[in-house]
């Protein structure tokens, strides 16, 4: 078993993530896209971690998770409250704060 | 020798008038009603302390008093002491300038009596003459400046005392501006004698003389020479003078005829040892001088105002005296007892001048005088033996000390000396002529006087001041040349006066230049005396003559050389202010604001957008790193 199958899974979550990202207006979808990247970079860390034998990239892994999962709650609050405003979960919508 | 009694109040001289200048000004309207017999009070006490210090002078051993008053500057190397120096030299002018200053304010008092600013007018000519004084008796260069700066503003008050009137206005500012450009010259020259000598007293710079280089002193020379071009109205600085007449006629009289213009010969006598020392300085001097004679005396045949006739006779004979001064030690007393006459005749022809413009309305221009003698005998009389003793009509002052200068220009030998004795003789025709034909022109011939002109005699306080300058002019002459020797007395500053062996003799000088005044004030008859003199100046004249009434060009070779250059250089230096300096901070300030204005429109507010931003700059940093380490 080499790293690169999972290294080339862990790019192509990562590209979907940063496309999706990019291309989608849903607020919602453009969330989970992120959460997509986090773990394509979690699956990185894991792979690494376990070919060199060694456990900081498990640990950062860890601290990744434990990050989105406060980003979401935070994240999926201001979503709430703007389409409780706006009537609306398009991220085009929200364009307010500019020059 | 120590100094005591009179001799050590001499500062007094100076405090007296400065006192009441002070005074009046400051008191403000309380002193109007009294405040001019208190200014003449002053230079009237001043003249007599002056005439006992004089005389207390003559038995002192050297004939000079040296006083240190207080420390003027003090800093390290540089050491100025205040300090007065009444010798031989500075007691003839300090009894000359309290004497005719004197009897000017008694004249002023009938002649100002009904001005507004009567008050102002006695300050500032007390303030003139304390500056003045200071101005002789100081006992080094930063003294004399001092005072030079002093009588330069009060020229400059006085010349503007009608500031309402444009014209007054301006020709006190050319005035300022011109002696400025002098002043700088003596600046410097005090500049380099602290630099090379660190002293600026008479003695002190005197005495090292002998250690300068030859062209430091040259330099020097110049540069004073400058200096007395400026105040003395002389070539090529003479343009202000004429101009000056714009203030009340006791002012031409006092400041702009008998004493502050002569400053420049004092100056140039003063520093006898160190153009001693310079051959070249002392030339160019000479030359100064015969030019500004002839340019004064021909621009003086033209003007029909008779305020600028005189003052064109002022700059001539000025021009005899820096001449005779130019000269070297056997001029020196000649151009101090010429200077002399001169402060007498011209402050009395000044304030006859005063009396006639008193009699017709304040009219200056001769075309419409005319027949004046029967209606103003005093001053016609007085105006008569001022005149006579101009020209040198024999036996009166001029002839003394006008045909002493030209015998020393005579006795330089060569083809100089037969140049500047030529020069000096021609001037004597040139002054008889136009002397006389302000003669004819205001007391002969049939009157042309303006309607409603009705000519009356000036008052007893304005006559008597003419009576005595009148006794002066006939009389000086003879008393400084014959009587008692001004260079006789001057001997402690000057030298031993040398007998010359005359190469021409005296009596023939005499009697050619008798003759040559004689051909003008006949040639001057010939032209206004035997026709009648139409009251508006002929506009088709020869070159020569619209030359002259234009001061032989003076002012506009100023204005073409000096202003017009200059405006333009300020135009230039606005321009480049405001479009170069200014330009380059608002320009500055502009492109940040506009730059900035730009960059803000890239937050567009589309999250999208700044996403693509982070990832690019992702992308860009990871090509970056991958560059770097490949």
């Known amino acids: ?99 | 020798m120590p100094v005591d009694g009179l001799l050590s109040v001499t500062w007094l001289v100076i405090v007296l008038p400065l006192a009441g200048a002070a005074l009046l000004l400051l008191g403000g309207r309380r002193t109007d009603r009294w405040g001019h017999l208190l200014a003449t009070g002053t230079v009237v006490a001043a003249f007599a302390l002056a005439v006992a210090c004089t005389v207390a002078l003559t038995d002192r051993a050297g004939r000079a008093v040296s006083l240190d008053l207080f420390t003027f500057i003090d800093t390290g190397s540089l050491d100025v002491t205040a300090g007065l120096l009444l010798d031989p030299l500075s007691a003839v002018f300090v009894l000359l300038i309290t004497g005719v200053g004197a009897l000017i304010h008694v004249y002023s008092i009938g002649y100002m009596a009904h001005d507004p600013g009567r008050r102002r007018f006695f300050a500032y000519l007390n303030l003139f003459v304390a500056a003045m004084l200071l101005l002789v008796l100081g006992n080094s260069y930063v003294a004399l400046y001092v005072g030079w700066e002093g009588v330069g503003l009060a020229s400059y008050l006085l010349i503007a005392f009608w500031h309402t009137r444009p014209a007054a206005a301006t020709a006190a500012k050319k005035a300022f501006l011109m002696n400025r450009v002098g002043d700088v010259g003596l600046a410097l020259a005090i500049f380099i004698m602290f630099a090379q000598l660190g002293t600026t007293s008479y003695a002190g710079v005197f005495g090292a003389v002998g250690l300068l280089a030859g062209g430091t002193v040259t330099a020097i020379g110049l540069l004073l020479l400058l200096g007395a071009c400026g105040k003395s109205g002389q070539f090529p600085l003479q343009a202000w003078l004429p101009d000056a007449m714009e203030g009340p006629t006791p002012v031409s009289a006092l400041i702009h005829a008998a004493t502050m213009v002569t400053a420049g010969v004092y100056l140039i006598a003063r520093s006898a040892p160190l153009y001693d020392a310079t051959p070249t300085a002392r030339t160019v001097v000479l030359a100064v001088g015969a030019v500004t004679l002839l340019i004064g005396a021909i621009a003086g045949c033209a003007h029909d105002d008779i305020k600028k006739v005189l003052a064109y006779s002022t700059v001539s004979q000025i021009g005899y005296m820096f001449l005779a001064v130019g000269l070297g030690p056997v001029g020196y007393a000649a151009a101090i007892a010429h200077l002399l006459a001169h402060g007498f005749f011209k402050a009395g022809l000044f304030l006859g001048a005063g009396s006639v413009m008193h009699a017709m309305d304040d009219t200056v221009d001769m075309r419409r005088f005319g027949g004046l003698a029967r209606r103003l005998p005093i001053t016609f009389v007085t105006f008569g033996l001022g005149y006579l003793a101009l020209i040198g009509f024999p036996f009166l002052s001029g002839w003394w000390t006008k045909d002493a200068i030209i015998e020393v220009a005579l006795d330089r030998g060569g083809w100089s000396g037969w140049l500047l004795g030529g020069v000096a003789v021609l001037g004597a025709g040139l002054t008889a002529f136009y002397m006389t034909r302000l003669m004819l022109m205001t007391f002969f011939g049939r009157p042309r006087w303006e309607d409603g002109v009705h000519p009356h005699e000036a008052p007893p306080s304005m006559t008597a001041p003419m009576v005595l300058l009148a006794v002066g002019s006939v009389a000086a002459g003879f008393l400084l040349v014959a009587v008692f020797p001004l260079s006789g007395w001057l001997e402690p500053v000057f030298g031993e006066p040398e007998e010359a062996a005359h190469l021409v003799s005296p009596l023939v000088v005499s009697i050619v230049v008798t003759v040559v005044v004689a051909l003008g004030a006949l040639t001057a008859w010939l032209y206004v005396g035997r026709r009648e003199v139409p009251t508006t100046a002929p506009a088709r004249v020869s070159p020569v003559v619209t030359a002259a009434r234009r001061g032989l060009y003076a002012d506009t070779v100023n204005e073409s050389l000096v202003m017009r250059p200059g405006m333009w250089l300020t135009r230039a230096l606005v321009w480049l202010d405001a479009r170069g300096v200014d330009g380059a901070v608002n320009g500055a300030a502009a492109a940040l604001g506009g730059g900035s204005a730009r960059l803000g429109r890239v937050q567009t507010g589309f999250v999208r957008s700044y996403a693509l931003g982070i990832l690019g700059g992702a992308v860009l940093v990871a090509g970056a790193l991958l560059a770097v380490t490949a």
Do not use: H, P, W
């Open chain 1, 1 to 99: 078993m080499t790293i690169t199958n999972y290294l080339v899974l862990a790019a192509i979550l990562f590209t979907i993530g940063a496309v999706g990202v990019l291309v989608r207006r849903n607020a919602i979808v453009v969330f989970m896209c992120i959460e997509l990247m986090l773990n394509s970079v979690n699956l990185t860390l894991i792979t690494f971690a376990r070919s060199t034998g060694t456990v900081e990239g498990q640990v950062i892994a860890l601290f990744v998770m434990v990050v989105a999962a406060a980003e979401v709650v935070v994240g999926l609050a201001i979503i709430m409250s703007i389409y409780r405003t706006r009537r609306s979960a398009s991220v085009d919508d929200v364009n307010l704060l500019k020059y």
